[in-house]
């Protein structure tokens, strides 16, 4: 007994080391970041049931609303819980996060996930960037059992996908000295991105072919009533979802249509902005920088529109914040300054960059503000 008590504690002795190692290094040093990533990880810095509205969605959300401008204007605390390319087979998953550990007021759901075929709906590099991003729980155990795709313990352990790039030096390290620095306190810009870039807009585009029909998008119609299934189980009223300006909306007028039809079935109103175009302000030629996501002039006005509508018809007075929270928010419509005034120069200087929650986009801020 006493020498397999031993030879246990001396495996032990082995294992716990190895394993601290391997998490930390795929937390740190071995792993993929960018936006979508960075907005993901830093929501679980938010102090605790603090913020009044949490956002859903894709990238149409990240570049339309802006949380440090809408506090500044309406006091509402809100994140861009978003993913890039967001498909609708995470959505229930990611309200899940959501709620684990905040209790918003309004969760805002946009429905860019739920209007795209199959072939959208199960890629592994949209799980792995979404899976990579969040805490251990039973849920990101489920999320990775759930999806479709082969390989499911690289989801789970990163390490076993990332650790040949070591040779990545320069990466490496800029990416532990961000991390290891963003975990001093919450992001500044909760999620907010954008390009520096107007594009023309070509009115052709409306008269081409529909390439989103109901018909074709099976799993993301199964997604959505599993979606409204857990809210409706949850008792969860106050999900409200959305449809954010897109130039070429009328691709995707068929696939909105069914799907506010289902969202009617389950009692669930849709708030189409696509109808609200002229009323928002949005100029079609000056506002985005493709056809659906809008730069900082349209972001500006979708955040004004939409912030006033939020303060005045869905929220109650906003949370009281913690002394630290409301001077960090303070700091957060201050660095909405700096962002603002970074995307008109770059704009002006017709530089197309990224600025966003990802070190180079912010090395490059820093510098601009050093130079003016």
């Known amino acids: 007994m006493k020498l397999t008590i031993t030879r246990l504690l001396k495996i032990l002795a ?32 938010e102090e605790k049931n603090s913020l009044d509205v949490v956002f859903m969605g894709a990238g149409d959300v990240s570049t339309g ?20 390319a967001n498909p609708a087979t995470l959505y229930k998953y990611q309200l899940k996060e959501v709620l684990s550990t905040q209790r918003p007021q309004a969760i805002i759901v946009e429905l860019n996930g739920f209007l795209y075929d199959n072939g959208y709906q199960n890629e592994d590099s949209r799980l792995r960037n979404f899976v990579e991003s969040i805490p251990f729980s039973l849920n990101k155990l489920e999320t990775i059992r759930h999806f479709d795709t082969d390989h499911k313990l690289g989801f789970l352990v990163p390490f076993i996908k990332y650790h040949g790039d070591w040779t990545k030096g320069n990466r490496l390290i800029e990416m532990y000295k ?23 807009f070509d009115p052709f585009i409306l008269e081409g ?10 799993i993301a119609n199964d997604c959505l009533i ?13 999900v409200i979802f959305v449809r954010f300006p897109h130039r070429n909306y009328a691709s995707f007028s068929d696939a909105v249509s069914h799907a506010e039809g289902v969202l009617a079935a389950y009692g669930y109103p849709l708030l189409n902005l696509e ?39 869905i929220l109650d007075e906003p949370m009281e914040q913690t002394e630290e ?20 120069a770059m704009i002006e200087r017709n530089y197309e960059a990224w600025p966003g929650e990802e070190p180079y986009e912010m090395m490059l801020i820093q510098n601009w503000m050093e130079e003016s």
């Open 178 to 200: 961000w991390k290891t620095a963003a975990a001093a306190g919450p992001s500044k810009w909760k999620g907010i991105t954008s390009c520096t870039k107007i594009a023309p």
């Open 226 to 238: 599993d979606f409204l299934e857990y809210c409706k189980k949850e008792n969860l009223t106050n």
């Open 275 to 313: 109808d609200w175009v002229e009323e928002i302000g949005l100029d079609f030629d000056r506002d985005f920088f493709d056809d659906e996501h809008t730069n900082i002039y349209g972001q500006e006005k979708i955040t004004a529109y939409l912030g006033a509508y939020i303060a005045g018809e």
């Open 325 to 344: 929270n409301a001077k960090h928010w303070a700091e957060c419509a201050a660095a909405y300054q700096i962002y603002h005034d970074y995307n008109y």
């Open 209 to 218: 072919p529909n390439p989103s029909i109901p018909e074709d998008n099976t």
């Open 65 to 84: 609303f802006a949380p440090g401008l809408a506090y500044e204007q309406y006091g509402f605390t809100s994140y861009l819980y978003t993913f890039d």
């Open 14 to 45: 082995l294992v716990i080391p190895v394993a601290l190692f391997i998490s930390f290094m795929q937390s740190y040093v071995f792993c993929y970041m960018d936006q979508t990533t960075e907005r993901v990880r830093r929501f679980y810095e």
